[in-house]
């Protein structure tokens, strides 16, 4: 499994002054449910798994990230919502639900 260096922080922004003007973010509720992935009507749903969930946005687990695109819908719960990748490894998408 792949991991995350934890890098310094090398900009000249003060992090304090981030963490008190940023937009606060839904709290994530931790769950282990299973989705779809659907890219286009014609292909496949793809499986994946929903690691945390809030109004704003989810943590998908998947078989792999290779050529899933920056947008797509997610079906939870039989719930279909527009989704935009913000961050991603080698299994994990972290995505932002359209508004």
């Known amino acids: ?53 809030s109004d704003t946005g989810a943590a998908l687990q998947v078989s792999t990230t290779f050529g899933l695109p920056q947008a797509f819908d997610i079906i939870v719960d039989g719930v279909r919502r527009r989704c935009h990748v913000v961050w991603r490894t080698d299994t994990k998408i972290g995505v932002s639900f359209e508004t």
């Open 1 to 53: 499994m792949r991991r995350r260096e934890a890098r310094p922080c090398t900009n000249s922004i003060d992090p304090v002054l981030v963490a008190v003007t940023e937009k606060p973010r839904s709290p994530r509720h931790r769950v282990l449910k299973g989705a779809f992935i659907v890219i286009s009507e014609k292909a496949p749903k793809l499986e994946c798994t929903v690691r945390n969930i």
